[in-house]
């Protein structure tokens, strides 16, 4: 038996040691090979194990006080090894063969029927002499293939496992930021004054959109956020999930699955597909708390976790989390550099010369550009219960989050948002600035039965239900056509109208839920194992009517003013939604699928899908995979996959439709202040877009093709490469601000509506992406520690190959220049780095672990009336994490340390000017209240954070 076959982990000792003494262990997550050594080491024990097969094998850590067989069930739980006792009281560690193939499995982790996942046997151990020991072993699933037993490397699909401990190791309290961070082809961008994308940030893979990456909790399909992205920023015309919703301290692992994916999922797997497990330990628990700011004094955040397992006799588990986060906001606004107040003239060099007195001692800083209030209450549970000759699983997560953000400021001078009373001065004289509240509600369940056969088949079925509820309120504004009408038709004095004027309304409320029955069978013949399922879905979508007082036109009649002055309807800064604009739909979606993969000889594995998709409203569609992997030699392989892929049009996209006011360049002055428009967003059966002729939606298709290698070039070197691309066509995109004057058909539409513009969604543009990944690792030992390197990054490019118009309608005869603005096309191409580079370095010795990672964000480029290209820029983020004891650990790091910002902004900017005083003072000089840019910033713009936590296990 060679060296390679066979590994011994010797230091036996002088005098054999009771298995029943205990021992204090301390060994790091690593490799199951290395933490077998080290638990030879500790307890003068012999292990006799293969090399090859346990060095694929990752184990948790132990760190406490155990007996020899009790602290090496514990370090191998969860790792798909068990230990075995033979008659020569000699250990040997296996993988389970008999049992790998289980479907009855604890179901915190993905069920083993769902399309595309791993399995990797996770058993109990059987470190006693006698079999009654042994437990029933538990079967732990990855995305990327069906089949128990594949490593990731065995996969023909890339796959990214992030553990919970490399999420914590990022020092960030978000699920989002946390995901950027480790994995590169993950972008969170951030935008500040983008009424509800303030809130719910949008999560791209691969460069594409939000609702092109499809989400799974314990591998049931996670249903989106209620909102849809429909200001100016990442993911415009979009609607994703809400990643925030889970707290971090819920999660097992995180698996990424970077390849097209809807011939086993079905619609919104274009990207890949990001798979959340939930923790499932059965004992112990922790709590945690941890508080930072940013080095500007603000964004102060205070995160508190408790999490618990709980043993249901012999048969079951159930595990809680409970996460309160306070998060305060960050403001990185410039000076407001233009007029207040009118009476304003020219002055010399371009400044103004103030006329009202109030205008030298008016406040500058007006603004609040940077992160969201946010205030969030999260509960977790998962479980599972073996009952009859299967299991009974499921979980339930909920989330509260409360948040503020800030929209424009409106100056006294702004006289259609704040209006001009009888006493010539503006209801609010000092100006104010509107807070859009947003309250959110996530809830979601989930409860299945699972059961095995005698003919290595297994059965699932199992229900799902999520919701996603938004209710908007905007609070210190106005409705200035409401303060315009009672100047003209009340007996109140100006003060008085100031004094009674509403200041808080109710602006609308989004819901969007989901239903969702699986039932998957699986069998595992000789050569081939098949899998088969159907899924039946039902998305629910509602948007209900605000007060009147936040949307109505009291100064306006049919269009016409019914006085001497007209001022804004709505509440300013995020304007309600009335009763006409009222949304309830339903859609009924059923899919099929099958499933097959086979070894063709111990080198070759091929894999192949086929699914079916029904879907209420537009269609059918049928997608197909195709992916194999090819071990050249045993450290060597290459793999490759083709598929097809859909994705179907969200039912914000079919049914999202109200008036709102946006702020876009001036045409008239380039150079100068935004203006708010009345914009329109309407549905594609509104009356409007049928009185034009603008079809209904239909699904997006695309085709992927992936191919790539993996190559161990050491033991404790490994290196993954993959190129892929993403031709998508009839991609659903949200149109430009059409006003008046590009057809009669439209301006005449329009002009009924009482919209000053109207925007739309339409299958409008085709678009290719391509790119490659790469990670690589290295294990090693230094200055008596382990050292883990990794290095990851991502490239790549989406071009829109073309644009075009509905056929047969009144924009068919618009340029698509004029439907798909140069904005429009920039924010698919440009508006995300076109690479992404992260290297991180672990290190740790006995009670000191120290991260140290390097994220490199690319070039990007924003169009916004000019365009800028901001430069690329490293971030320094750092750990530091020592246990006291075997209870206690304390942490303290900063992210971006050396306080990196993206280029200052030089376009797009508002309130900009010089100020001075009769006698040539200078007031004010700015170049815009938007130093940043507002629109794009991959790596947001408040600067370094610094922290520190403190943890306790019990």
Known sequence: ????????????????????????????????????????????????????????????????????NSGLKALLKGSGLMAVVNPSNQISIKINNDDRKIATMKKTTLAALIPALLATGQSAIAAEETPQAEKKPEAITVVGSRVAGRSADDLPVPVDILSKEALQNTGQIEVGKMLQAIAPSFNFSTSAISDGTDALRPATLRGLGPDQTLVLINGKRRHQASLIHINTSVGRGTAGT???????????????????????????????????????????????LTYGQHSEGDGESTNLDVSKGFALGDSGYLNTTLNVRDRGTTNRAGLHGSCQFSGCTDGANGAKVAGDPREATATRETFRIGDADSQQFALTINTAYELGPGELYGFITYSKRDNESAAFFRHNANNGGNAPLQDGDATISAGFLPKINSDINDISYNFGYT???????????????????????????????????????????????RATVPREATAYGLELALQTINLDYTVSYDALELAMGAEMRSDWYTVNAGDEYSYRDYDTEA????????????????????????????????????????????????????????????????????????????????????????????????????????????????????????IGTFRNDSVLAQSIGIPELKEEESTNFSIGAVWGVTDDINVTIDYYTIDIDDRIVISNKLGYGLSNTLDNALTAAGAGAGQFFLNGADTETKGFDIITTWNTEMAGGDLNLTFAANFTDTEVAKVFTPANSALGDIDPSDIFSEQDISIIEEWQPKDRISVSALYTYDDLSVNLAFNRYGEYTVTDGGRQTFGAEVLTDIRVKYQINENMSVNIGGNNIFDVYPDENEIGNSRTGTIVDGSGSQIVSSPGVFTYSRRSAPFGFNGAYYYAGLEYSF
Not at 28 to 43: C, M, N, P, V, Y
Not at 247 to 259: C, Q, T
Not at 586 to 600: H, K
């Open 1 to 68: 038996m060679t060296i390679s076959l066979l590994l011994l982990c010797i230091l036996i000792g002088v005098k054999a040691m009771a298995t029943d003494e205990l021992i204090r262990f301390d060994i790091s997550e690593q490799r199951a090979d290395k933490a077998l050594i080290a638990f030879g080491k500790t307890t003068n024990r012999t292990f006799v194990f293969s090399f090859d097969v346990v060095s694929k094998y990752n184990v948790g850590g132990l760190k406490g006080y155990y007996s020899v």
């Open 242 to 288: 809400d990643m925030n919703a889970i707290p971090a301290s819920a999660i097992k692992r995180i698996e990424v699955l970077r390849d097209g994916a809807a011939a086993q999922y079905g619609s919104d797997a274009i990207a890949g597909v990001i798979n959340i497990v939930l923790n499932d330990e059965d004992e112990g628990g922790k709590v945690g």
């Open 559 to 678: 269009g016409q003013s019914l006085y001497a002055t007209d001022r804004s309807a709505g509440t300013q800064g995020f304007g309600g939604i009335g009763p006409l604009s009222e949304v309830d739909e339903t859609r009924d979606v059923i899919s099929f699928y099958v499933d097959m993969e086979t070894e063709l000889n111990d080198n070759i594995i091929i894999n192949g899908a086929i699914r079916y998709d029904d879907y209420e409203g537009f269609g059918d569609s049928t997608n197909f995979k195709l992916a194999a992997n090819w071990s050249i030699t045993d450290d060597f392989a290459l793999r490759s996959a083709v598929s097809t892929g859909f994705r179907a049009p969200s039912m914000q996209q079919l049914y999202f439709n109200n008036i709102s006011t946006q702020f876009i360049d001036n045409p008239a002055d380039p150079a100068g202040d935004q203006i708010a428009v009345q």
């Open 451 to 497: 059961t095995e056969f005698d003919n290595d088949s297994s059965l699932d079925l199992s229900y799902t239900y999520g919701q996603n509820k938004i209710d908007y309120v905007t609070s210190d504004t106005i409705n200035s056509s409401f303060a315009n009408s009672l100047r003209y038709t009340s007996t109140l004095s100006a003060d008085e109208i």
